[in-house]
């Protein structure tokens, strides 16, 4: 299972309604507008891959 970036919903990845590639990484959504909320400003919803607690 996949967790919908934008409404945080389960998504099996077999049966996603949408998916979106996002820094070589593969998104699922639960529906075509969480996917296309996620394709207008994906660092919105995605976190920063910089380590440490505070994005640092």
């Known amino acids: 299972m996949a967790k919908d970036p934008v ?3 389960d998504v ?3 049966t996603a309604t949408a ?3 996002y820094k070589g990484k593969t ?3 639960c529906c075509s507008g969480c996917k ?3 394709d ?3 660092g919105k919803y995605v976190k920063s891959e ?3 607690c505070c994005g640092h």
Request: hydrophobic share 15%.
């Open 36 to 38: 296309e909320s996620f």
């Open 27 to 29: 998104y699922y959504f």
């Open 7 to 9: 409404c945080k919903k």
């Open 50 to 52: 910089k380590s440490g």
């Open 12 to 14: 099996d990845e077999a």
């Open 40 to 42: 207008k400003e994906p």
């Open 19 to 21: 998916k979106s590639e």
